[in-house]
Structures are given as structure tokens and as C-alpha cells.
């Protein structure tokens, strides 16, 4: 069984901001995907699929984005699972341009509050993490951070990530499913 968690915000105030590029990324990764079920859950709204062979939980904690760890550390509890084989993490991330993805395992949470959370529920940074690049802003201080990641996309950012961003995302999280290497 896999885990794959999109971080985000819940809430309609939230939906289409980049703080939720997680919770988008699941939601275009199963538009087209025969779900078995979804059911809200451990702190989160959590949908059943399979794909050859494999039980695969896409997860959109309903926390907000700084216990996003309460979540999922209920859920590797609850079917003992390992962070480090099975769990993948898709979020937004500041230090990355607009357009860019970049897949890691075992990094620190750089300032991501969602992330440190995950980190501190589970007691480890021994995950699968999906970045996927947010950052637009000529100057990286105006808006602050924490104002910017609240922001809605614009029209044509949110055609970028359609079009470029969350396809490459889908081969990544395929190849996770199928217990291929996914950074390669």
C-alpha cells in the first residue's frame, strides 16, 4: 500500500492558492481515475484507489497546513506502513520558480511549516517529497512568505500547472505507485 498526501489549506478561502498545490496535484492525478472511495477519516479526506494490484490512499489532510503531520502519522499508524517506502508528499514549495518540480527523499523541511509537521509527528525525514515550485515574485520579501503561499494563482499560472506541471507530477507519482525509482 502507498500513501500519497497533497499539502493544503481546506476550505473553499483556500482552494485555488499556491499553499495548496498539493491537495490541486491530487486532484488532477485522480480526475480521470477510477476511485473505489472516498471518505473523510484521521483528520483528512482520504480516496481508495488501485492499480495493478496495488492499494494505493491519496490523502488531503483537513487540518490546516501546520498539523498536516497529525494525519498522516494516524494514518502509517493505523496501517503500518513505512514513511520511507511508502509515503510521498506533494506540496508547495518557495524555494523552487513557477514550472519547476523537484523529487527528494530524506531532506529537512526548509521552512515548511506542513513539512516540519510531518517530520515531527513521524520522527523522521525518511520520505518521498514532490516539490512543486510556486515562487514568482521578483522580490522574495515583497509580498512576505506567508501572505504570497495564501494567494490565489492566476488564470495563467494555474494553465501552467495544468498543462506542464501536474503531467510531470502524474509520472512521478505513477512511478512511485508502481515501486519504480520516481526521481529517475
Known amino acids: 500500500m502507498k500513501l500519497i498526501i497533497g499539502l493544503g489549506n481546506p476550505g473553499k478561502k483556500y482552494e485555488l492558492t499556491r499553499h495548496n498545490a498539493g491537495f490541486l496535484a491530487i486532484d488532477w492525478f485522480l480526475k480521470d481515475?477510477?476511485?473505489i472511495s472516498c471518505q473523510s477519516k484521521f483528520d483528512a479526506i482520504i480516496c481508495e484507489y488501485?492499480?495493478?494490484g496495488n492499494k494505493v490512499l491519496f490523502v488531503k489532510p483537513?487540518?490546516?497546513?501546520?498539523?498536516?503531520?497529525?494525519a498522516i502519522s494516524q494514518l502509517t499508524n493505523f496501517y503500518n506502513l513505512s514513511a520511507g517506502q511508502d509515503l510521498l508528499v506533494l506540496h508547495d514549495e518557495i524555494d523552487l520558480p513557477l514550472g519547476k518540480i523537484k523529487f527528494t527523499e530524506?531532506?529537512?523541511?526548509a521552512?515548511?511549516?506542513g513539512v516540519q509537521s510531518i517530520i515531527d509527528e513521524l520522527g523522521t525525514k525518511n520520505f518521498h517529497r514532490l516539490r512543486i515550485g510556486v515562487e514568482t515574485r521578483e522580490n522574495k520579501s515583497i509580498p512576505p512568505t506567508e501572505?504570497?503561499?495564501l494567494q490565489k494563482f492566476t488564470d495563467e499560472e494555474l494553465q501552467l500547472l495544468q498543462e506542464k506541471i501536474f503531467t510531470e507530477t502524474n509520472a512521478i507519482v505513477q512511478?512511485?505507485?508502481?515501486k519504480e525509482n520516481a526521481s529517475e
Do not use: Q, Y
Open 50 to 52: 488501485h492499480e495493478d
Open 62 to 70: 483537513t487540518t490546516f497546513m501546520n498539523l498536516s503531520g497529525r
Open 106 to 109: 530524506g531532506s529537512s523541511a
Open 175 to 178: 512511478k512511485f505507485i508502481k
Open 147 to 149: 501572505s504570497f503561499v
Open 111 to 113: 521552512g515548511h511549516n
Open 33 to 35: 481515475k477510477p476511485v
